[in-house]
Nanobody, 124 residues
Framework: QLQLVESGGALVQPGGSLRISCAAP????????IGWFRQAPGKEREGVSC????????DYANSVKGRFTISRDIAKNTVNLQMNNLKSEDTAVYYC?????????????????WGQGTQVTVSS
């Protein structure tokens, strides 16, 4: 059973940067399409970025476009989300999700596996 583990969440000041990672011990993440989602307090979970299995499709939510970058680290078997110029509204629990199909989507039922989340707090 694939298990996803997010890491890297932290408290960061507005304007700062942070990289969070999604790992799957014992499995090869290259075989999966990955989505990053986040849930802020009192809000519904929303899609942030996604990367198709073959890498042909990448997408970002409008709210993070130009500030966030999703990428695979093949050597470390992780999918990373580099977050720059962080804003207070980026504060949320960030989740990664995986699907064996080859697509980039924010439709949550498309994903078969979910991590437990990592907390990102942007505050001075």
């Amino acid at each position: 059973q694939l298990q996803l583990v997010e890491s890297g969440g932290a408290l960061v000041q507005p304007g700062g940067s942070l990289r969070i990672s999604c790992a799957a011990p014992g499995f090869t993440l290259e075989s999966y399409s990955i989505g990053w989602f986040r849930q802020a307090p009192g809000k519904e979970r929303e899609g942030v970025s996604c990367l198709s299995r073959t890498g042909g499709n990448i997408d970002y939510a409008n709210s993070v476009k130009g500030r966030f970058t999703i990428s695979r680290d093949i050597a470390k078997n992780t999918v990373n989300l580099q977050m720059n110029n962080l804003k207070s509204e980026d504060t949320a629990v960030y989740y990664c999700a995986a699907s064996g199909d080859n697509y980039c989507s924010y439709f949550e039922p498309s994903y078969d596996y979910w991590g437990q989340g990592t907390q990102v707090t942007v505050s001075s």
